[in-house]
């Protein structure tokens, strides 16, 4: 009989002696049987929570047989989704523009600013025919002074702030944008298949023929919990 391989050789199964009963005139032949022998083991390395079986237990086909912990792996993935949420929210924010509303408290601001700006500068006009006349009056200028700088630095960056919401993000920004995302997006996919590679699942049907490892251990990606021999075939 040709031998079946799924990752192990073959399991020899003895019969008993060869004879023929007298009373039910059936026939007994020596020999062995080859049979289907699999060793299921994780695809990624873990700790071993559980294993469902024993040896001696039958099982079928897409049983789920052992899961390492992924206690660990859940919470790295809850942390990727919402990296790869707020990485769409920012996307999305740089693609939709400014708003209105933002736009028009850009401008409020702006319009405050150059009002400080004008009245900083006419204390400035004012009290420079003064400086002459003594320490205090200089003293108020130069505060005077120090006002209309700092009022003028404002405007500027508001001034900016305003000119790049009516803009818009620029295209460098968007494509950084979306490649965060598209980062976030493919470290989510990478954590949901390991934690779909934790399970182990039988793909045949049989018979647990050995028991290789207990939970609490930790194995290394493909290591062997289980040998099942499909016995019936």
Do not use: W
């Amino acid at each position: 009989m040709k031998i079946r391989h799924l990752a192990l050789v073959a399991l020899f199964v003895p019969l008993v002696a060869c004879n023929r009963s007298p009373s039910s005139g059936e026939f007994h032949a020596s020999g062995h049987v080859e049979a289907t022998q699999v060793r299921l083991a994780s695809k990624v390395s873990g700790t071993l929570l559980e294993v469902r079986f024993q040896e001696g237990e039958t099982l079928n086909a897409g049983d789920v047989v052992a899961r390492l912990d992924t206690a660990q792996l859940q919470r790295e993935l809850e942390k990727a989704k919402a990296q790869k949420d707020a990485a769409a929210a920012e996307l999305a924010l740089l693609e939709a523009g400014a708003r209105r509303e933002e736009i028009a408290e850009a401008q409020a601001r702006l319009k405050a600013a150059q009002a400080e700006l004008a009245a900083a500068q006419a204390d400035v006009a004012r009290y420079q025919p003064l400086a002459q006349k003594g320490a205090s009056n200089r003293k108020l200028l130069e505060d005077a002074e120090t006002k209309a700088l700092t009022a003028a630095q404002q405007v500027k960056a508001l001034e900016a702030r305003l000119q790049l919401l009516r803009a818009g993000a620029r295209s460098e920004e968007k494509a950084a944008a979306r490649a965060r995302l598209a980062a976030a997006e493919a470290q989510v996919k990478v954590l949901e298949q390991v934690l779909a590679d934790s399970v182990i699942v039988s793909p045949i049907a049989g018979t647990v023929i050995e028991k290789l490892a207990e939970p609490g251990e930790f194995l290394p990606a493909g290591t062997p919990v289980l040998v099942v021999a499909d016995l019936a075939n």
